[in-house]
């Protein structure tokens, strides 16, 4: 495979980070999805396969995408997804330079068995760039998301129970990974975990399990990504700009305390969140234990699901910062080569790998 005109270099790092904060993603909480320090740094920390993209006008980079590959379940087989993400325009850039289909060809490769990406559902822009590329590339919706920001001291009705809630150690990497594969396999898009260490900063202690006598019939993991990806709020308006006033009467209707402008949110993301056969039972009683773990170092912690995931509705009730995401499945029209699609019933988009 020859090497694309538009693939970006370590020395583009900086350039690339300045483009993704050049706007943020409109609506009542302008919000930045940023990759600091080093933008190119942070896409090759992905697990799986990064490859990094710029586009120019002359010396001057004015657009960047990424696409990172992972094998991933469909249909209960390893295949192999593409995420195409961080796809965004210098928002101080008027000019005519666009990326063009040389790199819509870029990203199609003949190992891939599915592309996708994920648009904010106020990002109208990102949208209108896809629908210009029509005769490059279709977009096809296949899952709505939804990311929840959540106070530790929010309640969750649990049933009582005889099962042991504990922080996993090393005696237990085996049968963890073995879990999340075998339960993973019944899932579309859930990632092939070989290894822990695909996943940067995050170990073996980050995860906590659920046990009925010694089997685990429950896992989820607290990876703080902040150092390397961050959430930054650029400005509140409407009514969420009266709510940042009124934080002690958010705290106390157990909403997150909304954070400062310009700052970077420091939480952990609670993922690998699975519980055997979807039971709701157990989905409860892991989230009830592993706030109390949250709330000992956070004061917030984000998760995301695919609107038709079981526990989608429990979360809906819950106080929370939340905003929605779009899922969309890529094809390229100009290409005869037909890829797999995840049934969106089953899909489990994991929300620290987007």
């Not at 330079?97 to 891939?112: P, S």
């Not at 896992?219 to 940042?244: E, I």
């Amino acid at each position: 495979m020859s090497e694309s005109k538009y693939a970006a270099s370590p020395a583009d790092g900086k350039e690339i980070l300045r483009i993704l904060e050049s706007s943020a993603a409109k609506g009542s909480i302008e919000l930045i999805y940023t990759r600091r320090p080093d933008a190119y740094d942070s896409y090759r920390k992905e697990s799986g396969e990064a490859r990094v993209f710029v586009s120019r006008d002359g010396e001057r980079a004015v657009g960047t995408c990424a696409e990172i590959v992972r094998e991933v379940y469909i249909g209960g087989e390893v295949c192999r997804a593409a995420y195409v993400c961080g796809l965004k325009k210098d928002a101080a850039y008027d000019g005519g330079v666009g990326f063009g289909g040389r790199l819509i060809r870029d990203l199609q490769r003949d190992d891939i068995d599915f592309y996708f990406c994920s648009v904010v559902a106020d990002n109208v822009d990102a949208q209108r760039m896809f629908e210009k590329g029509r005769r490059l590339i279709s977009m096809k919706q296949i899952s709505g998301y939804k990311t929840y920001i959540l106070s530790p001291k929010v309640r969750i009705k649990a049933p009582r129970h005889a099962l042991t809630f504990r922080q996993a150690t090393e005696t237990d990497r085996a049968s963890l990974i073995e879990f999340l594969n075998s339960e993973g396999k019944k899932r579309d898009m859930f990632p092939v975990i070989n290894s822990l260490d695909e996943f940067y900063n995050l170990s073996i202690e980050d995860f906590y399990l659920l046990l009925d006598g010694e089997r685990v019939v429950a896992t989820a993991a607290l990876w703080n990504q902040t150092g390397y990806k961050q959430y930054v709020v650029k400005k509140y308006r409407g009514l969420m700009r009266l709510a940042r006033m009124a934080n002690p009467l958010l705290s106390a209707l157990r909403y997150i305390q909304l954070p400062k402008e310009n700052e970077p949110l420091d939480f952990p993301m609670l993922s690998f969140l699975i519980s055997q056969n979807d039971n709701e039972e157990y989905y409860r009683i892991m989230l009830s234990e592993i706030k109390k773990e949250i709330a000992s170092a956070y004061g917030m912690f984000v998760i995301g699901l695919p609107r038709a995931h079981f526990a989608a509705r429990m979360l809906d009730k819950l106080p929370s910062v939340s905003f929605e995401t779009k899922l969309y499945e890529i094809g390229f029209p100009w290409s005869e080569r037909r890829c797999k699609t995840p049934d969106p019933q089953k899909a489990f988009f994991e929300c620290g790998l987007l």
